[in-house]
Nanobody, 122 residues
């Protein structure tokens, strides 16, 4: 029933900006959280940022603090990840996840989007 769909990925030059969007349907947002994860070949899927839907409490990993912003629009049931000053180290497949804890691990999120690729390259 729950549907999660990311969009907004692409190829960006270093120091560039990009905003990812995630639309969610069929989810009871009460007392839950949503998150952005990213994964590169050979590594685990790691949390980048998360937000508690009701309280707007957020968590971001150290490497993206000051550069990334996670927000949500409850009226549109949409999650956003605003990224600026991107570097090649940010290159990854980015996944939208719903229904877990913030902060939390991938195994705790039952609902996932298909992923959207972000490539930072000159």
């Amino acid at each position: 029933q729950v549907q999660v769909l990311e969009s907004g990925g692409g190829v960006v030059e270093p120091r560039g900006s990009l905003t990812l969007s995630c639309s969610i349907s069929g989810l009871n947002f009460d007392d839950t959280a949503m998150a952005w994860f990213r994964q590169v070949p050979g590594k685990e899927r790691d949390e980048v940022a998360c937000i508690k839907w009701s309280t707007l409490t957020t968590y971001l990993i150290e490497s993206v603090r000051g550069r990334f912003t996670i927000t949500r629009d409850s009226a549109k049931n949409t999650l956003y990840l605003q990224m600026r000053n991107l570097s090649p180290e940010d290159t990854a497949m980015y996944f939208c996840a719903a229904g877990g804890m913030c902060p939390g691990e991938a195994v705790g999120y039952p609902y996932w989007g298909q992923g959207t690729q972000v490539t930072v390259s000159s």
